[in-house]
């Protein structure tokens, strides 16, 4: 009989454990995510390209995960969000 109360004991100290790591887990991967709103005023960027002028053919850019993902920019540090069809006054041809 002692044995099922300590695998119960066991269990339930594991499941509080997983239950308080589930927000902490869907945070921390929002955190991940950074915008840079100063520069971004600074350099008037905007999600979407200017004449034939986007993120993708810019020197400055540097590409997400895929060709579509967000990347980020060697001009405007700690900003994870930068969409390859966005523009800014920093663009400088590849």
């Not at 020197?59 to 900003?79: E, L, Q, R, W, Y």
Request: glycine fraction near 8%; charged fraction near 20%.
């Amino acid at each position: 009989m002692k044995e099922d109360k300590i695998a119960r004991r066991q269990f339930l100290k594991l499941s509080g454990a997983a239950l308080t790591m589930i927000p902490l887990m869907v945070v921390s991967s929002r955190a991940d995510a950074a915008v840079n709103a100063s520069m971004r005023a600074a350099l008037k960027y905007q999600n979407k390209p200017e004449g034939g002028k986007e993120c993708s053919g810019c020197m400055h850019f540097i590409p997400g995960a895929s060709a579509t993902a967000n990347g980020s920019c060697k001009v405007i540090p700690n900003d994870t969000e930068i969409s390859p069809h966005g523009y800014c006054m920093a663009w400088a041809k590849k």
